[in-house]
């Protein structure tokens, strides 16, 4: 009985700490950053929480915050009055996966992506295969992604070509290309001695989605 007791306790005071942890969140972001927020309901709460101790929480909470700052400018350069609504479901996961990355580039991609979903002006949908995608990528495959749609959007590549436009290594370029075809953004052409590269139609709308306004 006194193992129940104490494991209510301990419940209890997790649950006071993640609230406390959402209020700090709230109260760390305005404007746009607070609609995005508040459009996920409990989303700092549930969704940054305690795993890791005080110095993951905090880490997570800057992160977070990276990002709000981000998608705030790039509304308000918009000028978007009424966003788009989006669900709630895709916007925590969004969120989780967004707060754990201190990536600039990253969190200009996670930043661009909510913005371009909520803009009226705009076809593009939170999904969750762009959110899978996303969440898994390092910066390197920013670049690689970028170079591709860009230079080589229909065309075979090899990645010498993306090592040149990208200032990197080609073997940096071959295991960025080989996590873009596992995520299902590039496929692979391996009958020649060196591989190839192409991108497949989820790297051609994730890059669309991730991708900043003209006036960004």
């Known amino acids: 009985m006194s193992d129940e007791i104490e ?9 006071k700490e993640i609230a406390k942890f959402g209020q700090e969140v709230v109260k760390a972001t305005s404007g746009a950053g ?6 996920a309901g409990t989303l700092p709460a549930d969704v940054i ?10 880490w997570r909470l800057a992160n977070a915050e990276g990002v709000f700052a981000k998608f705030e400018e790039k509304v308000k350069r918009r000028g978007i009055d009424k966003p788009e609504p989006l669900s709630p479901r895709h916007l ?3 969120i989780e996966a967004a707060s754990d990355t201190s990536d600039e580039t ?11 979903a909520m803009d009226p002006n705009k076809d593009t949908s939170l999904q969750r295969v762009f ?7 390092e910066p390197i495959d920013a670049l690689v992604l970028d170079a591709a749609v860009k230079h080589h959007p229909e065309g075979q590549f ?6 040149r436009l990208t200032a990197r290594r080609s073997t940096e370029i071959v295991v960025s290309g080989e996590r873009l075809i596992q995520l299902g953004c590039f496929w692979a052409d391996k009958r020649e001695r060196i591989e190839n ?14 991708s900043p306004d003209s006036e960004d």
């Open 7 to 15: 494991a209510v306790t301990e419940g209890a005071k997790a649950v």
């Open 49 to 58: 929480g305690l795993a890791g101790g005080d110095y993951i929480r905090a």
């Open 197 to 210: 590269f192409g991108v497949r139609p989820l790297g051609t709308e994730l890059h669309l989605a991730c």
């Open 34 to 39: 607070r609609y995005l927020a508040d459009q």
């Open 106 to 116: 990253l969190q200009e991609m996670w930043a661009n992506l909510l913005a371009n």
């Open 131 to 137: 959110i899978e995608a996303l969440k898994q990528f």
């Open 158 to 163: 090899g990645a010498g070509a993306i090592a």
């Open 92 to 94: 925590v996961e969004a």
